[in-house]
């Protein structure tokens, strides 16, 4: 199985600053990386696949990139509605994985 | 637009079963893969199964050891999952979800509201 190790596990951050998110896998998923977004109470987002594609309908302050074992998710400048948990997810290998989150808090 | 109802959440004894329904709607049922995940309280995201859109190929997380089955019944479009031998670590939210679109996508575009399944005596 693989896993993956999300850091660091909060950032606490002001609106309008930068926000740097990593995501390491324990083996290669070559590109297969994807990230959601996941508010309180709700259903996780679909953000980011294949490591640096955005889905339809997301803003383009959010950006992907990395290969292999590494990945990073960037936004560039962080909207109010942007504080939440980040997951990453490998879609490489069966047993499908997530990594344990980030939480962008306010800070 | 693509909606999944999910039910049959609950509170269970441990050591009992339970079985969870997900309804389709918006969508050509038959030609998507269908996974569930879930989510313990307080608690980061968790696959647990898929089954491909012709239902002959399923997968499961290996954390649940043989005790749950996924399912498929395209005539009512609801995939289900039947849970087995549940013990407290199986409490969670319990989400299906899809992919964006046909085939047998990985990834998780369209999601279910959740269904909360607990296991206490």
């Known amino acids: 199985e693989i896993v993956l190790t999300q850091s660091p596990a909060t950032l606490s951050l002001s609106p309008g600053e930068r926000a740097t998110l990593s995501c390491r896998a324990s083996?290669?998923?070559?590109?297969?990386l994807v990230w959601y977004l996941q508010k309180p109470g709700q259903a996780p987002r679909l953000l980011i696949y294949?490591?640096?594609n955005r889905a339809t309908g997301i803003p383009a302050r959010f950006s992907g990139s990395g290969s292999g074992t590494d990945f990073t998710l960037t936004i560039s400048s962080l909207e109010p509605e942007d504080f939440a948990v980040y997951y990453c997810q490998q879609r490489e290998n069966w047993p499908l994985t997530f990594g344990g989150g980030t939480k962008v808090q306010i800070k | 637009q693509v909606q999944l109802v999910e039910s049959g959440g609950g509170v269970v004894q441990p050591g009992r079963s339970l079985t969870l329904s997900c309804a389709a709607s918006?969508?050509?049922?038959?030609?998507?893969?269908m996974h569930w995940v879930r989510q313990a309280p307080g608690k980061g995201l968790e696959w647990v199964a898929v089954v491909s859109a012709d239902g002959g190929t399923k997968y499961y997380a290996d954390s649940l050891k043989g005790r749950f089955t996924i399912s498929r019944d395209d005539s009512k479009n609801t995939v289900y999952l039947q849970m087995n031998s549940l013990s407290a670590e199986d409490t969670a939210v319990y989400y299906c979800?899809?992919?964006?679109?046909?085939?047998?996508?990985?990834?998780?575009?369209?999601w279910g509201q959740g269904t909360p399944v607990t296991v206490s005596s």
């Open positions: 083996q290669s998923v070559s590109n297969s």
């Open positions: 979800a899809t992919g964006p679109g046909p085939g047998g996508d990985t990834m998780f575009h369209y």
């Open positions: 294949d490591a640096s």
């Open positions: 918006g969508l050509i049922f038959s030609t998507y893969g």
